[in-house]
C-alpha cells in the first residue's frame, strides 16, 4: 500500500504536500515579476531585424543562438531547488529570488536539457 502524506494540520482537506505546493506555487507567481528577471531578460535581447511584429530577439547564454521572446526563458543559474518543510523556506526564497548575476536566460531547448541533468544528477 502506498504510503499517504500526512495531513496538514491547519487545514486538514489539504495533504502536507498539497501544502508545500500550494506555497511553492505562490512564492513562482511572486518571482515571476521579480525586477531582476526582467533585467537578466533586458541584457540578453537586441532588436530585431526583418520582422515588423517582433521588437526583440533574445541569445541564449548556452548555445549564442538568438531566439524570439516566446522560446526563451530566464534561468537559476543555481536551481531554487525543493520546498517540502519550513527548513527549506529561507534557502529556497533565497534562490529564488536571486540577484541578476544568478540569472541566464536560455532558450527552451538549452533550458529543458540543463533541467533534465540536474534531475538526473540528485542524490537519492
Same mark, same amino acid.
Given at each position: 500500500?502506498?504510503?499517504?502524506?500526512?495531513?496538514?494540520?491547519?487545514?486538514?482537506?489539504?495533504?502536507?504536500?498539497?501544502?508545500?505546493?500550494?506555497?511553492?506555487?505562490?512564492?513562482?507567481?511572486?518571482?515571476?515579476?521579480?525586477?531582476?528577471?526582467?533585467?537578466?531578460?533586458?541584457?540578453? $535581447?537586441?532588436? +530585431?531585424?526583418?520582422? %515588423?511584429? &517582433?521588437?526583440?530577439?533574445?541569445? #541564449?547564454?548556452?548555445? /549564442?543562438?538568438?531566439?524570439?521572446?516566446?522560446?526563451?526563458?530566464?534561468?537559476?543559474?543555481?536551481?531554487?531547488?525543493?520546498?517540502?518543510?519550513?527548513?527549506?523556506?529561507?534557502?529556497?526564497?533565497? $534562490?529564488?529570488? +536571486?540577484?541578476?548575476? %544568478?540569472? &541566464?536566460?536560455?532558450?527552451?531547448? #538549452?533550458?529543458?536539457? /540543463?533541467?533534465?541533468?540536474?534531475?538526473?544528477?540528485?542524490?537519492?
Amino acid at each position: 500500500m502506498a504510503k499517504k502524506t500526512p495531513e496538514w494540520p491547519e487545514y486538514p482537506n489539504w495533504t502536507e504536500a498539497r501544502w508545500w505546493g500550494f506555497l511553492r506555487s505562490a512564492l513562482r507567481r511572486a518571482y515571476s515579476k521579480w525586477p531582476p528577471k526582467y533585467e537578466a531578460l533586458r541584457d540578453a $535581447r537586441r532588436d +530585431c531585424k526583418g520582422n %515588423g511584429r &517582433q521588437k526583440y530577439e533574445y541569445q #541564449c547564454s548556452h548555445c /549564442k543562438k538568438w531566439f524570439p521572446q516566446k522560446q526563451v526563458q530566464v534561468d537559476h543559474i543555481t536551481p531554487a531547488g525543493a520546498l517540502r518543510s519550513w527548513d527549506d523556506l529561507v534557502p529556497f526564497t533565497s $534562490r529564488l529570488f +536571486c540577484s541578476k548575476k %544568478g540569472l &541566464q536566460v536560455l532558450c527552451k531547448t #538549452c533550458h529543458n536539457v /540543463k533541467t533534465q541533468n540536474e534531475r538526473g544528477n540528485k542524490e537519492v
